[in-house]
T-cell receptor, first 112, second 113 residues
Framework: AQSVSQHNHHVILSEAASLELGCNYS??????LFWYVQYPGQHLQLLLK??????LVKGIKGFEAEFIKSKFSFNLRKPSVQWSDTAEYFC??????????FGKGNQVVVIP | DTGVSQNPRHKITKRGQNVTFRCDPI?????LYWYRQTLGQGPEFLTY????????KSRLLSDRFSAERPKGSFSTLEIQRTEQGDSAMYLC???????????FGQGTRLTVV
């Protein structure tokens, strides 16, 4: 079964700082990759997804992620965060079946 | 709101009682998923329906758990003889077969006391 690793569970940074969240997965075949975000009190929402093609994917709210197949990674980045980016971020992988496997999440707090 | 709807939003129950949650997916989505999320963890897959057929079940889904989607629209998740370890957020998601993106509801938070 596929597994997803997210490191640095708690991230605190100031507005305008750059953010990078790591995601590594374990599965050797074709994968669909996702980043979901959960703002306080809200449901999980899709930030961006990768199915095929250009490994650099751009999502909503200025986020982007890069799929590096050789490293089994799909790291999320944002050059300059805002206070409103305070949320929990989940990386998820769908591989060969119909279920999404999620990482444990990164709790990101942006200080104004 | 045309998103995924879950009811109730919160449920407090005594240990040993049965509980049932409902999920109404996005109307044109034929795929429906149940996940469970505990504090500090990401969502964990429980089960998956395509139309009314339950096609996958996780080992997490013990025999006290049962899910149905009788007409291929809404789904229910029942937990019998609840235990304190069942306390969690239960999430429902739906998707269509082409897009494969899963849309999540706001979840039902279960507290077993």
């Amino acid at each position: 079964a596929q597994s997803v690793s997210q490191h640095n569970h708690h991230v605190i940074l100031s507005e305008a700082a750059s953010l990078e969240l790591g995601c590594n997965y374990s599965y050797g075949g074709t994968v669909n990759l996702f980043w979901y975000v959960q703002y306080p009190g809200q449901h999980l929402q899709l930030l961006l997804k990768y199915f095929s093609g250009d490994p650099l994917v751009k999502g909503i709210k200025g986020f982007e992620a890069e799929f590096i197949k050789s490293k089994f990674s799909f790291n999320l980045r944002k050059p300059s965060v805002q206070w409103s980016d305070t949320a929990e971020y989940f990386c998820a992988v769908k591989a060969g079946n119909n279920r999404l496997a999620f990482g444990k999440g990164n709790q990101v707090v942006v200080i104004p | 709101d045309t998103g995924v709807s879950q009811n109730p939003r919160h449920k407090i129950t005594k240990r040993g009682q049965n509980v049932t949650f409902r999920c109404d997916p996005i109307s044109e989505h034929n795929r429906l998923y149940w996940y469970r999320q505990t504090l500090g963890q990401g969502p964990e897959f429980l089960t998956y329906f395509q139309n009314e057929a339950q096609l996958e079940k996780s080992r997490l889904l013990s025999d006290r758990f049962s899910a149905e989607r009788p007409k291929g629209s809404f789904s229910t998740l029942e937990i019998q003889r609840t235990e304190q370890g069942d306390s969690a957020m239960y999430l429902c998601a739906s998707s269509d077969p082409i897009n494969t993106e899963a849309f999540f509801g706001q979840g039902t938070r279960l507290t077993v006391v």
